[in-house]
């Protein structure tokens, strides 16, 4: 029996919910195969208001040793400021292990209605890789003249050669085991450097994929084409900023934000990559059972598929989509009545 140990971050708000659902249905899914070895870390928001950091200082060299992270979500607005939680935990974490593209299916689930009209499952079936280690969040900048009126803040995008390089080369790779469509987007019109830049390292390694067609957007374009028309999409490349807005209307798009799952992979296979819901600790909701678990069971069927329980992975996402496709067992987001342990409950009898 294969034990694999893992870190678990709940997190805040209704990642403290999703969390527990999700290590429920992985443990049915492995069960009498493999031994998830959870070690559940207490760390965020509390975690800071106890101790004044949102991590121990040796957090990340806690994380170092395990096989991967599972993660709920982080942020406790308006008690404590988002840049204070984020950068204090989930996107250090991104940074230490080089966890360089985020990995985020956008696809409308069997018998779930999203919100374009005439727009099915065969319409909306696309992975988003989203660069995630610098770009608009290099973390670049600094505030002068602080409260005076000439005051100037700066927050510089960053995008080197070798990072973008392997980024959209994944993004190829992937594109080979799909549709074979790639859509890298940017804004080159406006941002003269930078994108500029991403579009000739795009059209360099293009020239290894020949059998893959590629198509640039600027980012304004491509959000009114994910809404007009989504089967143009099959995979699609962007930056740190521009592809996680994307994502979130990748989400709207199929009905609600409680389902995409993303895999934050690292570079270095020997480091832990993490694995989450794309949406956050939905302070609105948080506490009262109503949160979706699915794009967190989804994340996990991620985390095992990366550590080589693909049979597992296979069958948690057979049973997501026949509970989708029963359409009785939904939380409130999908129109349903049911409560996050319950949808958990029913993905495990499916199983
Ligand atoms: P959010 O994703 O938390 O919520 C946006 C909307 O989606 C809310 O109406 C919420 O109720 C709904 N929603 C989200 N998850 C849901 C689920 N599982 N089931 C049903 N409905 C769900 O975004 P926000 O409100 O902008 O951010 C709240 C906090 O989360 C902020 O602190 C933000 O910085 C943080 N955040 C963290 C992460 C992360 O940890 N990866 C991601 C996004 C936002
Ligand atoms: C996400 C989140 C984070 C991001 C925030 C909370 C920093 O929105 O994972 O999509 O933008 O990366
Ligand atoms: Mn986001």
Known sequence: VKRYRIAVIP??????EVIPAGQRVLEAAVAGHAELAWTVLPWGSDYYRQTGAMMPPDGLEILRGFDAIY??????PPHVPDHVTLWGLLLPIRKAFDLYVNVRPIKLLPGLQGPLRNKGPEH???????????????????????????????????????NVERVVRYTFE???????????ITKSNAQQHAMVFWDAVVAEVARDYPDVEVTSLLVDAAAALMVRAPERFDVAVGSNLFADILTDLGGALMGSLGLPPSANLAYNPRLPSLFEPVHGSAPDIAGRGLAN????????????????????????????????AEGNVLT??????ATTDQVAGRIIELL
């Open 11 to 16: 997190g805040d708000g209704v990642g403290k």
């Open 174 to 184: 992937l594109a080979r085991t799909r549709r074979k469509r790639l859509t890298s």
């Open 332 to 337: 409130p987001d999908l129109g349903g009545t």
């Open 124 to 162: 909306i079936d696309m992975v988003f890789v989203r660069e995630n280690t610098e770009g608009e969040y290099a973390g670049a900048g600094g505030r002068v003249h602080v409260g005076t009126p000439h005051e100037v803040a700066l927050e510089t995008a960053v995008f080197s050669r070798f």
């Open 293 to 324: 678990p699915i794009a967190t069971v989804w994340a996990g069927a991620m985390m095992l598929d990366h550590l080589g329980e693909t049979e597992a992975a296979n069958r948690i996402m057979t049973a997501i989509e026949a509970l989708t």
């Open 71 to 76: 993660l709920g979500a982080v942020g406790d």
